[in-house]
């Protein structure tokens, strides 16, 4: 069983990985931590705190990080709503976040089950970027991060070249991929390949419990969203899921190893490509995700679900 933590701004498919990670066996949930992104960092610790109430799931959950470490944040609400869930939100959760900051939960759980952890980030760097600067020791102790983030070989989804969770702190970006943290990147190579269609939210709702019905209710406005900007996906994109099914089972995913740069000039802000002028004695310590078997992704991820919401 995998030691887990979740870094996320949930965010739709944020609640959606968090629904997948939930009802895992191979996971053992050790907590959330949230940060801005999709929404303010308010609206994060909510949804977060609520989508668990739903899935009956009592793991902590912790603020972090309210902005990014350089730029300042604009949300839209285009694809998550104003809320961050589909403006589905609603009431405020029965429990409230733990006493401790995101970053220094980040940082403990690192020291104490070292190789044993797995930090699979859907939001913003900014809190594991955070971490590295408190505590540089953190590099060479967890064992694995995931992160759904970056284009490396396809366009992006917040500009031509750059993809929104590495647009939204480029620096934090930069510096995570800088640091020689064992990192496999989920990026949208693969992410969207991997689509949740229609027909689905509506077996949710036959499904007609108090969970499936409040995630099928701000899936619609993801669903919808998708509609209305890539009609040609025939569905909603199942990114920060995808993480998640990576961490747990990495034979989904071809990867290939990079050294990744982030490009912080103002013309391609936010890219991901790969760095082929880095000194490094070491061989490349990022794994890029390339090509992903979406079928059986897919698949195991609405079989888990399934049972989250039958709880």
């Not at 909510?46 to 470490?69: I, M, Q, S, W």
Request: charged share 25%; net charge negative; proline share 5%.
């Amino acid at each position: 069983m995998r030691k887990v933590i979740l870094d996320v701004d949930t965010g739709i498919d944020d609640a959606l990985a968090i629904a997948y990670a939930s009802a895992s066996p191979e996971i053992e949930l050790l907590g959330v931590t949230t940060t801005y992104g999709m929404a303010p960092v308010d609206c994060s610790v909510r949804n977060t705190l609520l989508v668990l109430e739903h899935l009956k799931c009592d793991v902590p959950v912790f603020r972090g990080a309210e902005t990014p470490l350089v730029r300042s944040r604009e949300y839209s609400g285009a694809f998550h709503g104003e809320d961050g869930l589909g403006n589905t939100a609603g009431r405020e959760p029965k429990r409230a976040a733990a006493d401790m900051h995101a970053v220094d939960f980040i940082i403990a759980q690192a020291r104490e089950h070292g190789r044993e952890l797995t930090l699979v980030t859907t939001a913003p760097l900014t809190n594991l970027a955070l971490a590295i600067r408190k505590a540089p020791d953190i590099v060479q102790r967890i064992g694995s991060v995931v992160t759904m983030g970056g284009a490396v070989a396809t366009l992006g989804n917040a500009t031509k070249f750059a993809e929104a969770n590495i647009i939204i702190d480029p620096h934090a970006a930069d510096l995570v991929f800088s640091s020689e943290l064992p990192i496999t990147l989920v990026g949208l190579d693969v992410t969207r390949k991997t689509l949740l269609r229609q027909e689905e939210v509506e077996r949710w709702r036959v499904k007609n419990t108090p969970c499936s019905l409040f995630f099928a209710e701000f899936t619609e406005f993801y669903i919808q969203a998708y509609r209305k900007y890539h009609p040609y996906l025939k569905g909603c994109a199942l990114h920060d899921p995808l993480a998640v099914g990576v961490a747990v089972h990495p034979e989904l995913v071809q990867t290939i190893p990079m050294h990744i740069m982030v490009d912080l000039e103002a013309d391609a802000l936010g890219r991901t490509t790969e760095d082929l002028h880095r000194e490094s004695p070491d061989k490349p310590t990022t794994q890029v995700c390339l090509t992903v078997d979406a079928e059986r992704f897919v698949s195991r991820f609405l079989s888990r679900v399934d049972q989250a919401f039958s709880r």
